[in-house]
């Protein structure tokens, strides 16, 4: 699948350049967000090819469904056209509790809430470690760590931790599989490092800040590890590291539970010693990527009470729990009293190893890559996976400063786009 997704988007740069349309140009003659039509290009997959097309498509028309998931980004992109949903959501949140930081800062333009937090589609991408390899190489008791039923113990779980046994387990030949390529799961994982660093490479304001020693040393980090990663990292997209796992080659990658999930059809033996736990924590502290979907109600929806009545009960305490099971406990809810579901506490084997998935006793910091820039510039940070790229021309040779130029160049450029 990801060959033909390439293909088409190789098919698609190539008629664009051949009619002399920028990605700006292209995207406005398709009525498609200039994000879209890099996603394309670049075969990612996530969000959908439909989706990304459904969106845009009503958006022009100002018509189409009542109810749309919007993922991470999207609701910033169409703010402008989409219906209010502050009573929905201050109703959710007075029952189910707050949420965190990042749907706040994805989910909202100023007071206005945009959509409604989405339990469906909504994941962490935390460590599934392989509990043996740990053990053997590394010296590491994941389960110990992170106990099942119980708060972390996890102080010691730091990023000079997370080094050295990433050093200990590709000696033992078996590398963390942890991607530095252009797509989400890449993108996330170099996020969360470097907010652990706090390297900040846009600020808040929207300034370009990528010139700071808190971004050094986030590269710094970045090019150790590298070394102990398999040769291609900076060739994978979101399947390599699953793959990576359900094959046994590696004791740890960075994952909600899918790719435990389908070790548990195609690698039982994989998946009996699979356990997810939490991100190391770093000089600024201890951030996990979380990627959280919206229901959302476009402004000219002939059906807007009806919409926002049939959200309100889909975000009831009971109704996410039977979306929680029916996921496999791989759909989070944002929301802070949701977090102890027993799902995750039952769900094997081993039984309570997607204990800590959705961070019950909230020890790391929910995050999104390149925040905390304005939403629609952190949007181009992210899809043109700007901080993979940066790790990876500093781990092949390139100055630092060199690098840092180079990211200020393509950074300014965003803010003119």
């Known amino acids: 699948m990801q060959q033909v997704l390439l293909a088409l988007g190789k098919r698609m740069r190539e008629l664009r350049a051949k009619q002399r349309f920028s990605q700006e140009a292209f995207a406005d003659h398709c009525g498609l967000h200039r994000t879209a039509v890099s996603l394309i290009e670049r075969g990612q997959r996530v969000p959908s090819l439909k989706t990304l097309l459904t969106i845009a498509a009503e958006a022009q ?15 910033h992109a169409q703010a402008d056209l989409l219906e209010p949903m502050n009573d ?7 029952q189910n509790g707050d949420v965190n930081g990042t749907v706040k800062y994805l989910g909202k333009a100023g007071d206005k809430w945009l959509g409604v937090p989405a339990c469906i589609g909504s994941q962490i991408k935390g460590p599934c470690s392989r509990i043996d390899l740990m053990k053997k190489h590394a010296g590491i008791d994941v389960q110990e760590m992170y106990p099942a039923g119980a708060p972390p113990k996890a102080d010691a779980w730091t990023t000079d931790a997370f080094l050295k046994a990433a050093e200990a387990c590709h000696k033992g030949g078996v590398p963390f599989g942890i991607g530095l390529g252009e797509t989400s799961d890449s993108v996330d994982t170099v996020g969360a490092f470097f907010l652990a660093f706090g390297a900040q490479v846009v600020d808040a ?3 370009v800040v990528v010139k700071n020693d808190n971004v050094r040393q986030a590269l710094e980090y970045y090019k150790k590890l590298m070394a102990f990663l398999p040769p291609d990292v900076a060739a994978w997209d979101d399947g390599s590291n699953n793959r990576w796992l359900v094959s046994g080659k590696g004791a740890l ?10 070790a548990k059809r195609d690698a039982p033996q994989v998946a009996e010693q699979c356990w997810t736990h939490g991100f190391p924590v770093g000089p600024k502290g201890r951030f996990a990527p979380f990627l959280p979907y919206f229901w959302s109600v476009w402004n000219f929806s002939k059906n807007k009470e ?3 009545s049939v959200l309100l009960h889909l975000s009831q305490p009971a109704a996410v729990e039977k979306l929680v099971a029916a996921s496999g406990g791989y759909d989070l809810p944002a929301f802070e009293k949701l977090t102890t579901l027993k799902t995750w506490a039952e769900e094997g084997p081993p039984k309570g ?3 800590h998935y959705p961070n019950p006793h909230q020890h790391q910091t929910l995050s999104i890559s390149a925040s905390p820039a304005p939403p629609k510039i952190a949007q181009q940070i992210y899809t043109q996976a700007t901080l993979t790229k940066m790790c990876v021309r500093f781990y092949q040779g390139e100055a630092m400063e060199k690098t840092l130029a180079w ?11």
Do not use: C, Q
């Not at 028309?61 to 609701?75: N, Q, R, V």
């Open 61 to 75: 028309a100002k018509s189409g469904h009542d109810i749309l998931a919007m993922p991470t980004w999207w609701p």
């Open 88 to 94: 929905v959501v201050e109703a959710v949140i007075k």
């Open 205 to 207: 304001k929207g300034n």
């Open 253 to 262: 990658i960075m994952n909600p539970p899918s790719a435990w999930a389908v």
């Open 306 to 308: 009806a919409a926002k």
């Open 353 to 355: 190893t997607l204990y």
């Open 407 to 417: 990211a200020e160049g393509e950074l300014e450029g965003f803010m003119r786009s």
